[in-house]
Every structure is written in structure tokens, then in C-alpha cells.
């Protein structure tokens, strides 16, 4: 516990004093890096999240790699782990620019054009400001065009408009 998130916290620190320093020589230019291995919940993210916090403090854009389809089978990656950053996002006036999976990787799989639009789907929910998709190799669109057409599209829906932001529910139902 203890130890992890004074590890996580240092080296958010840093990112912090490189972003400082990136930004006296480059004003205008934006710090970004993927903070997420396994979902944000996973143990080298630290387990209770603060990792992800820390380091959205110390970055100017909120950017994480959430894989929903692992093994030919679609997960629940995107509404568990960007419902969390969309969060820190909105908490820290950061932008939300997420990459979306378009390549494949061990057990990660080129992506279905349905699986672009329901990801699209879950990813606009979240209120992101931007995507990124990360293809290595044969991505498409040379393996998979109709799934590139379908990334275009979203593309085409996010350059006409920025989805709203969610609103936190705020309050408990009592029990009945």
C-alpha cells in the first residue's frame, strides 16, 4: 500500500517537473502519456486508483489504452476504466483523449466493424474531447477497411461536435 503510493506519487512528481520544464521550452505543447496497464484498477496502477489521479494531476491531457476486445470476446474495459478518468478529468479540467484499439497484440484482435461503432459508442458516453486509435503492423485498414470506414465515421461525428460531459449522480437512494 504505503509504498506504492509514494512510488506512484514520486514519479508523478516528475512527470510533473518535465512537463514544467517541456513547457518553458515549448510553450503550447501538450504532455500526454498512456497511464494504464491492465486496467485501471490493476496493481501497477496502483490498486485503489490514486495513480491514475496523480498522474492526471501532473499531465495536461487525461490518456489511457482501455482494450475492450481481448481474446474474441468484447469486455466491459471502456465503461469501467473511462467512467473512472472522465471523472478525474472533469475533476482536474483536463481534456479526455483516450486510444482506441485497432491492432492486434497477444491476445488483442483486430476489431469488427461492430466493435468500432460500440466502442465509439462507449467512448463518446464518456465525453471525450479526442481518440487516438493505436494500430501496429497489419492494422487495419489494409486487414480490415470496413473497420476503418466505421473509425472515419466516428471521426466525422466527433470533428461536428464534442459529445457533453456526463454529470456525477449525486446523492443515495434511501433504502426501501
Not at 81 to 98: E, I, Q, T
Request: charged share 25%; glycine share 10%; with cysteine.
Amino acid at each position: 500500500g504505503w509504498w506504492m503510493y509514494n512510488l506512484h506519487e514520486q514519479l508523478a512528481n516528475l512527470v510533473g517537473i518535465v512537463r514544467d520544464e517541456i513547457s518553458r521550452l515549448a510553450p503550447g505543447l501538450k504532455v500526454f502519456r498512456n497511464t494504464t496497464r491492465m486496467g485501471i484498477f490493476d496493481l501497477s496502477n496502483n490498486l485503489d486508483g490514486s495513480g491514475q489521479e496523480l498522474l492526471t494531476q501532473n499531465l495536461d491531457i487525461v490518456h489511457l489504452d482501455p482494450y475492450p476486445v481481448v481474446g474474441g470476446e468484447y469486455t466491459e474495459a471502456i465503461p469501467r476504466d473511462m467512467s473512472y478518468c472522465a471523472g478525474l478529468a472533469r475533476r482536474y479540467k483536463k481534456p479526455l483523449v483516450p486510444w482506441m484499439q485497432a491492432h492486434v497484440y497477444g491476445k488483442l484482435q483486430h476489431v469488427s466493424p461492430e466493435q468500432v461503432d460500440r466502442m465509439a459508442d462507449e467512448q463518446w458516453a464518456q465525453g471525450v474531447d479526442g481518440i487516438i486509435w493505436l494500430g501496429y503492423g497489419d492494422t487495419y485498414p489494409k486487414v480490415r477497411p470496413e473497420s476503418w470506414e466505421r473509425a472515419a465515421a466516428f471521426h466525422q461525428k466527433l470533428a461536428a461536435g464534442l459529445p457533453p460531459k456526463p454529470k456525477a449522480k449525486r446523492g443515495r437512494k434511501k433504502a426501501e
